[in-house]
T-cell receptor
Framework: RKEVEQDPGPFNVPEGATVAFNCTYSNSASQSFFWYRQDCRKEPKLLMSVYSSGNEDGRFTAQLNRASQYISLLIRDSKLSDSATYLCVVKGDNNDMRFGAGTRLTVKP | DVKVTQSSRYLVKRTGEKVFLECVQDMDHENMFWYRQDPGLGLRLIYFSYDVKMKEKGDIPEGYSVSREKKERFSLILESASTNQTSMYLC???????????FGQGTRLTVV
């Protein structure tokens, strides 16, 4: 079983739609959690950290459920520029860092 | 701005060659990572290091080794390159186990 599981999609949504991604992790000792964004042929870049109380950054909301070991990302009012692959990232208690396989999002006019 | 620099963007090597991929970061980060990224498989952790001369195996260490002689530099070594090691290789560095990591631009390695 992979340590970090993510629905690969693809998700194809119209502009203005709300879309949600989920991610599960297997190591209950995991320390910290992130969502990264990766554009085609580019390196991954941090989108946002995920905090236990949930956090919001503009149109993006991230949530963490430690009991069920899942992380979510909600994007409201999708823009064309949101088209990318979204990567769920989990940092362990031994300094490792593991990624989900990524969820591909395409926002269409 | 954090900078993580990988020595080559594109590399073509022959089967059986010993290949060195270099990664340098300028933020005095403790942790450094090597991943390979393949379509449909995402980023898979090869090795990571949490201190100078320290290394830990990731999920797919076979056929690879690493070296961290200085804090800022983390090298990935393909002892005898094979065609199934053709991939995009990404290096990352991070300060600790809580804050985010930063990536280099990647090296696309082709083994022929």
């Amino acid at each position: 079983r992979k340590e970090v599981e993510q629905d690969p999609g693809p998700f194809n949504v119209p502009e203005g739609a709300t879309v949600a991604f989920n991610c599960t992790y297997s190591n209950s000792a995991s320390q910290s959690f992130f969502w990264y964004r990766q554009d085609c042929r580019k390196e991954p870049k941090l989108l946002m950290s995920v905090y236990s109380s949930g956090n919001e950054d503009g149109r993006f909301t991230a949530q963490l459920n430690r009991a069920s070991q899942y992380i979510s990302l909600l994007i409201r009012d999708s823009k064309l520029s949101d088209s990318a692959t979204y990567l769920c990232v989990v940092k362990g208690d031994n300094n490792d860092m593991r990624f989900g396989a990524g969820t591909r999002l395409t926002v269409k006019p | 701005d954090v900078k993580v620099t990988q020595s080559s963007r594109y590399l073509v090597k022959r089967t059986g060659e010993k290949v060195f991929l270099e990664c340098v970061q300028d933020m005095d980060h403790e942790n450094m990572f090597w991943y390979r990224q393949d379509p449909g498989l995402g980023l898979r952790l090869i090795y990571f290091s949490y201190d100078v001369k320290m290394k830990e195996k990731g999920d797919i260490p076979e056929g690879y080794s690493v070296s961290r002689e200085k804090k800022e530099r983390f090298s990935l070594i393909l002892e005898s390159a094979s065609t199934n090691q053709t991939s995009m290789y990404l290096c990352a560095s991070g300060r600790d186990r809580v804050t985010e990591a930063f990536f280099g631009q990647g090296t696309r390695l082709t083994v022929v």
